[in-house]
């Protein structure tokens, strides 16, 4: 781009995606600077491979190139991740920052898209009311969001009818309404779609959840159900979380970016480049990055604004390697999710390789604070998520009961008798932010660039062991309505320290000395200089968190346009 840079945005995915593209869209003159490809439509026509994108992880993080290490408490020597760092590549998307190239973890994504509740915004004052302060474990560093949910939920509206939800409301401007989640907060008009088509058997796990005296709703879900601004509808192919969606059903920022980039000319893409350093003025004001290009080259680009819009781990990583850290509090309180997978064989086909992971339903009836009291000492719930379809092969295989052989006969005859009757329910525990659990750049270890690697410190506390076996047992208890003959769990402290949902590690608030960035995402110590995406927040519900991620973008646009 010749002439006027306004802003440069690096990553470009679920909210830089979202940023630079109503930058451009305002007449600004934008950047954006990508670590993997432009890509093309020819480049999701092959997608029905699980090779490719399951086993060698094309479009998701190489321990190779793009090296994170871990190690489980301060006392303990970090490593390359153990459970992703094989020669083939990962091998479990759900265990590796997500995707890169345009788009971002937006490309890979199963697109869940939920909304946070009203006391999720709320945690700490939340749980002091209910338990005291006392209940609280000693290290924990929770804390309120800055924002309500009254004021983000003009952007959640935003987001779902300009990117595109599919859904069921069940609490709209104080009404309740049936088939939705009826312990939603309320929102101000439905969805733009009508939910997915449900999986064949989704019916056995909403008639047993009812039967309990619970409530299933259908997944809200970011996949177009119908023909919707010119996304085609989902053709229900089965290949979704981990790949590219091949008629363009399922959303993605690259779409709006690529978009945004022919309709304007406001937009260049820079792809496969490595941007290293946040540049300042003399003054501490930003004034630009530099980064090294396709070709391994040192470049400098100059800018009054620049947005930090990659994950919250690299983002972080970005800080810390550019010296923007005078608090102290750039990788601190990092949070993540465990899943709590639970896996069965019902007596009936479910054809778990048809359709999106999102055609089922989803029970709210434990989610945050609506946890019941309990002798575990839960302080904060969750939902138990079906999921009914994209099970492919490979990933079925590696995720099979202990006793079945992993090769030969024995291998064949399970998978043949069993394979058709799998379903899969899970919760999303989150992690409350700790002292202990954080990351910061690794001594040793550096990519191959010669810049040090990011280094994560976490490990599962009995907090978080009890809380998953506490959402386990609701699930043997569905299991048994439905009529489960066999099931196995994932251990309640499993290998994995990245789950795809790790975020708070660029904390928000108004306070400059106990947060790195203000609600709008600007970092506090560097004027001009945003980093935005799940490392704003302060606490973790336990939803996915990229329709947050995206109403937040959306709400930083604004700020950058004098829209607020």
């Known amino acids: 781009m010749t002439g006027r840079i306004d802003a440069i945005v690096v990553g470009l995915g679920a909210s830089g995606g979202i940023v630079a593209t109503e930058l451009a869209r305002a007449g600004l003159k934008v950047v954006g600077l990508e670590k993997g490809a432009f890509y093309k439509e020819s480049d999701f026509q092959s997608k029905f491979d699980e090779i490719r994108y399951y086993r060698r992880s094309a479009i998701v993080p190489h321990m190779g190139k793009d090296p994170l290490t871990w190690r489980p408490n301060e006392g303990k020597a970090a490593v390359i991740l153990p459970w992703a760092s094989n020669k083939l590549g990962l091998g479990d998307p759900f265990q590796i920052p997500p995707s890169i190239g ?22 700490r004052s939340t749980v002091i009311e209910r338990f005291s302060e006392a209940a609280l474990p000693e290290d924990t560093t929770l804390v309120d969001w800055p924002l309500s949910y009254q004021e983000l939920e003009p952007y959640y509206d935003r987001v779902e009818w300009e990117i595109g939800v599919s859904g069921c409301a069940g609490h709209m401007n104080g009404e309740r309404l049936p088939g939705g989640n009826p312990f939603e907060a309320s929102r101000t008009r439905g969805y733009p779609m009508p939910p997915m088509q449900r999986g064949s058997t989704d019916h056995l796990f909403a008639d047993a959840a009812q039967r309990l005296g619970y409530h299933p709703f259908p997944t809200p879900t970011a996949i177009a159900t119908v023909d919707y601004k010119g996304r085609s509808a989902c053709t229900n192919c089965g290949f979704c979380h981990g790949y590219p969606c091949h008629v363009g059903a399922k959303i993605s920022t690259h779409e709006i970016i690529k978009s945004a980039a022919e309709e304007t000319g406001n937009l260049e893409i820079h792809p496969f480049v490595r941007v290293f350093r946040v540049n300042r003025d003399s003054t ?36 810390l390697a550019s010296g923007i850290n005078k608090n102290g509090q750039v990788g601190k309180h990092l949070m993540l999710h465990n899943f709590g997978w639970f896996t069965g064989i019902l007596p009936y086909w479910t054809n778990p390789f048809m359709g999106s992971l999102q055609g089922g339903s989803v029970i709210d009836d434990f989610t945050s604070e609506l946890i019941p009291d309990n002798e575990e000492g839960v302080l904060w719930g969750s939902p138990i998520n079906t999921w009914t379809g994209d099970m492919q092969p490979l ?54 660039f010669g810049q040090p690697a990011l280094r ?17 047992k609701i699930k043997r208890q569905i299991a048994q309505e439905m009529g489960m003959s066999e099931w196995w769990e994932d251990s309640p402290a499993p290998a994995y320290h990245v789950s795809v949902h790790d975020v708070g590690t660029h904390r928000m608030g108004w306070d400059p000395n106990s947060s790195v960035v203000s609600p709008f995402g600007e970092v506090h110590e560097c004027e001009g200089l945003y980093a935005i995406g799940g490392g704003q927040f302060p606490t973790f519900p336990s939803y996915n968190p990229t329709e947050t991620i995206m109403a937040l973008a959306y709400m930083t646009a604004d700020r950058l346009l004098n829209r607020i």
């Open 395 to 448: 990933e079925t295989a590696h995720g099979l009961p202990p006793h079945v052989p992993r090769w030969g006969k024995g291998f064949k005859d399970w998978m043949s008798e069993n394979y058709r009757k799998l379903f899969r329910m899970y919760s999303q525990h989150s992690t409350l932010p700790s002292r202990r659990f954080y990351c910061d750049l690794d001594p040793v270890v550096k990519d191959q």
């Open 284 to 319: 501490g004001r930003v004034k630009g990055v530099s980064y090294f290009d396709s070709e391994g080259k040192a470049i400098e680009l100059e800018a009054d604004i620049v947005i930090l819009g990659c994950y919250a781990l690299e983002n972080a990583r970005l800080l």
């Open 456 to 472: 994560i410190t976490h490990d599962w506390t009995e907090y978080d062991k009890k809380t998953v076996e506490y959402f386990m």
């Open 102 to 123: 345009t788009g971002g973890g937006t490309i890979s994504w199963g697109g869940a898209a939920f909304r946070f509740r009203e006391k999720d915004f709320s945690m």
